[in-house]
């Protein structure tokens, strides 16, 4: 299976941000939905600053793309969960009076062939347009909904958002912008990853790739070795031989001036484990910092719980158990290619980018990064 990328070049999260107590003007609300192969999240806000404040939220498992890697195509059960909790979305929307919106699906609907078929269903069925985005935009969005958390210091970053039916990959050179302006360059990347002459500094992208293999896909291809451990590591020397293309993986990278951002839930699920939380909070793992070798060292212990273990552990559960070592593969197979002492851990991702890339066109964020 060859990867997508460009001409030339989770486990999940649990928490949800909590809404306010107090109803913002209507008429400044975005909502922002992400369909993918796993779930359906949705954020609803206000600009504030040159950022965002979450009125209401919305995330559940409802597997769209279950089976699509047999069959090719979404199946009946799997389309009933979705339309089931995009009503809930829908009901949202209506109650907040949402008037701005951008509603998208990604590689489940981009991969199956009735997709057409079932975005006529979900207009039909909640009023609701889902638009089917294209890779790169995915990539970009998650680009510049992780842009805060890079460092001034840092030169080469690779950003990572690991789907439940893709996973993208950004590699961006930042080392000839000054070290106050990096952030804001990564930010402006929403134009696309080529703009434009600008008057501004601009991060170059040196390269960009979407896998198709997220945390289902890789499972399902492997779902037939029986024996933990030796499933974990075929899924994660797989996924390394889909990296082959991609340009900075002929390159030897040192560890000094280089940041991976990373966006999943596995990445924040893995980070929960690291912290020892009883229970996950995103203030606490937003932002984190970890190394390669901390990261190794909760996987490993992911592998020694095996998966009854994983099943108690409270920051994997029953649902996530099998997607998390699928996902701890993808993460280790990178941190073998490019190990790091900062691995920032993003629990935002796509609707973050969509909320951003919308106020930005809108120009209302103050002292906006565009």
Not at 56 to 80: C, H, I, P
Not at 161 to 172: C, K
């Amino acid at each position: 299976m060859a990867p997508r990328r460009s001409k030339g070049a989770g486990a999940f999260p649990r928490a949800v941000e909590s809404p306010a107590p107090a109803r913002p003007d209507p008429d400044a609300l975005y909502a922002a939905l992400d369909l993918g192969t796993n779930s359906c999240r949705m954020l609803i806000a206000q600009p504030k600053g040159s950022g965002f404040h979450v009125v209401d939220s919305f995330s559940k498992s409802v597997q769209l793309g279950a089976g699509l890697e047999r069959t090719g195509r979404l199946s009946r059960a799997s389309m009933a969960r979705t339309i089931q909790a995009l009503r809930i979305c829908q009901q949202k929307l209506k109650r907040n009076r949402v008037k701005r919106m951008r509603l998208v699906a990604t590689e489940a609907c981009r991969r199956a062939k009735n997709a057409c078929e079932f975005i006529r269903q979900v207009r039909r069925e909640t009023g609701l347009t889902l638009e089917i985005i294209q890779p790169e935009e995915e990539a970009r969005l998650a680009v510049i909904s992780c842009a805060p958390l890079v460092s001034t210091k840092t030169d080469q970053l690779l950003v990572v958002d690991i789907g439940g039916g893709s996973t993208e990959l950004v590699w961006i050179d930042i080392s000839s912008i000054p070290r106050r302006d990096r952030p804001s360059a990564i930010m402006r990347l929403h134009a696309g990853f080529h703009p434009a002459e600008s008057p501004f500094p601009a991060a170059k992208v040196v390269d960009w790739i979407s896998v198709p293999l997220g945390v289902a896909t890789l499972r399902d291809q492997f779902h037939d070795v029986e024996d933990d451990a030796a499933r974990f590591a075929l899924m994660s020397w797989f996924f390394e031989e889909n990296l082959a293309d991609f340009a900075p993986y002929k390159d030897e990278q040192t560890r000094q001036g280089f940041q991976i951002v990373g966006t999943s839930g596995t990445v924040t699920t893995v980070a929960a484990s690291h912290l020892g939380l009883k229970r996950y909070d995103r203030t606490k793992v937003d932002g984190l910092r970890m190394t390669s070798d901390q990261i190794d060292k909760v996987i490993r212990s992911y592998l020694e719980l095996g998966p009854q273990g994983r099943r108690s552990d409270p920051r994997i559960g029953e649902d996530r158990q099998a997607l998390i070592m699928s996902g701890a593969a993808i993460l280790q197979a990178l941190l073998r290619c490019w190990p790091t002492d900062r691995l920032s851990v993003a629990d935002r991702g796509l609707r973050e980018g969509l909320l951003y890339a919308q106020m930005s066109a809108d120009g209302v964020l103050e002292d906006g990064p565009f």
